[in-house]
Each structure stands twice: as structure tokens, then as C-alpha cells.
């Protein structure tokens, strides 16, 4: 399995309040993904990285932003949480187009 | 129109059949395919990569129709572990812009 883990694996928060997950990687891969995966949606890409500090934007990356100053570590934050942003969070890493995603975070934003 | 469309399913099959998964994507210039596997409640793992010649992987085979834009995987001789959703992702190539289809669900039942 490829080396990637996810901070924390469970969180509850309240609305309004500020959320960062955590993605780390020991793969040494250029290309980092933050997805949203829900009912009736499939996975849907928030943010990607393809290298140190260059970010761009998926297709729901609204409240949401990402930072990577290292090659190993992809963070993703939600500024002010809304019960929209109730889902389960997956990274995945790739080098060469096939993407290894990490445990996911299940997010309940009450 | 969705971008990658999937028969959501459920397909519940007796060990030891035969099963086919089609999954057809609207943007022509999509260049890599690939089927990922989904366990409930867990990450995508990616199943095989699709070739424009077609792959085999032990019971599972994957073929591309490139003119008629869909991705089929059949699973041959179904095992119990077999049940799990299966994805359909494409790329286009010119960046990181992976679609996923909302997914297969198949079960293989005793």
C-alpha cells in the first residue's frame, strides 16, 4: 500500500468553526488531491498540488483553501465549517496518472 | 450529461458468474481510464489501469472503445470478495482533472 495517512480520521465540529485535515505522504509523489466523496455524488475534487506551494482549484473548491509547503504534507482548511461540508475526505497521491488515495476523514459538521 | 456515467447497480450475482460494468464519458479528449475498487466505508483502490489494446488481470479484463467513448470490465468466475463498488475514472491528460463515475455497486452472494 502506498505510504499515505490522514489527520484525524474522525472529527465533529460545530458550524462556524475553522477545520484543517491533514494529508502525509512518504512516496516523494509530485501530484497531492483533496476529494469530497458523497451519496449520489461520487468523488469530487476540491483542490490539487503539484509541487511545493503550487496549488490550483477543483470542481467544488468553494470554502474551502490548501497549503503545501512540503513535498509530504497537503493541508486542506475550512475556513468557517457549514453542514454542507459534512462528508468523508479522501487525499490520493500520483505520479504517473494512477492516483493511491489515503484512510479518508469523516467530517460531521453540527 | 454527466461526464463518466455508470449503471449504479446493485448487481447481485451467485459466486462463479460472469459480470460486465460499462461506463461511458462525454469529453473525447480523455486520454488515461482506469477502474478503482471501493470497499464500503473505505478508499478507492486502484483495480487496473485501461489500455486502448485492451488488459487482462487474472479474472478481470478491461477493454476501451474509444469511438464510442466507454470503458467495460468484466469479472470472470466471481468471488465473494469481489463485492465492493467499482469506480470508473477518466483523465484528460492536460493536467490533474479526474472524473469519477458515481460507481457500480456489485455483490456476490454464496
Known amino acids: 500500500d502506498a505510504g499515505i495517512t490522514q489527520s484525524p480520521r474522525h472529527k465533529v465540529t460545530e458550524t462556524g468553526t475553522p477545520v484543517t485535515l491533514r494529508c502525509h505522504q512518504t512516496e516523494n509523489h509530485r501530484y497531492m488531491y483533496w476529494y469530497r466523496q458523497d451519496p449520489g455524488h461520487g468523488l469530487r475534487l476540491i483542490h490539487y498540488?503539484?509541487?511545493?506551494?503550487?496549488?490550483d482549484k477543483g470542481e467544488v473548491s468553494d470554502g474551502y483553501s490548501v497549503s503545501r509547503s512540503k513535498t509530504e504534507d497537503f493541508l486542506l482548511t475550512l475556513e468557517s465549517a457549514t453542514s454542507s461540508q459534512t462528508s468523508v475526505y479522501f487525499c490520493?497521491?500520483?505520479?504517473?496518472?494512477?492516483?493511491?488515495f489515503g484512510p479518508g476523514t469523516r467530517l460531521t459538521v453540527t | 450529461r454527466k461526464e463518466v456515467e455508470q449503471d449504479p447497480g446493485p448487481f447481485n450475482v451467485p459466486e462463479g458468474a460472469t459480470v460486465a460494468f460499462n461506463c461511458t464519458y462525454s469529453n473525447s479528449a480523455s486520454q488515461s481510464f482506469f477502474w478503482y475498487r471501493q470497499d464500503c466505508r473505505k478508499e478507492p483502490k486502484l483495480l487496473m489501469s485501461v489500455y486502448s489494446s485492451g488488459n487482462e488481470d487474472g479474472r478481470f479484463t478491461a477493454q476501451l472503445n474509444r469511438a464510442s467513448q466507454y470503458i467495460s470490465l468484466l469479472i470472470r468466475d466471481s468471488k465473494l470478495s469481489d463485492s465492493a463498488t467499482y469506480l470508473c475514472v477518466v483523465n484528460d491528460n492536460y493536467g490533474q482533472n479526474f472524473v469519477f463515475g458515481p460507481g457500480t455497486r456489485l455483490s456476490v452472494l454464496p
Open positions: 490520493a497521491i500520483s505520479e504517473n496518472y494512477e492516483q493511491y
Open positions: 498540488s503539484y509541487g511545493v506551494k503550487d496549488t
